[in-house]
């Protein structure tokens, strides 16, 4: 059977109030710092650069990550220049920051 009346709720001193500022504070903090190390360190995958393609493909659960170097990136850079999909028309851009598109053969 629930309370035949509402306790008293207890008057919040001067001390809990700081106690209640230092956590938020505390975890502003935490957050803060995990967004920049999030923003400075993105992770193993960078930029395609240097021979190698990193793309953010659509996928049912949300996004995969296609992450080649070398002969497979050659491979699935020759694939998207060729092929006209929405798959091709998001590698050709990375293909082209590692340095692995049509046109670097004219140089």
Request: proline residues 7%; aromatic residues 4%; hydrophobic residues 45%.
């Amino acid at each position: 059977m629930p309370f035949a009346a509402q306790p008293q709720a207890e008057p919040v001193t001067g001390r809990d109030k700081r106690r209640i500022v230092i956590v938020v504070a505390v975890l502003v903090a935490v957050l803060a710092g995990v967004g920049i190390w999030a923003a400075a360190r993105p992770g193993s995958y960078g930029a395609s650069k240097n021979g190698c393609i990193t793309v953010t493909l659509p996928s049912t659960t949300g996004g995969a990550l296609l992450h080649q170097c070398g002969a497979a990136a050659r491979a699935t850079c020759r694939q998207a220049f060729v092929g006209s999909g929405n798959v091709a028309a998001l590698t050709r851009p990375q293909c082209r920051l590692a340095g692995l598109g049509p046109d670097r053969r004219r140089r």
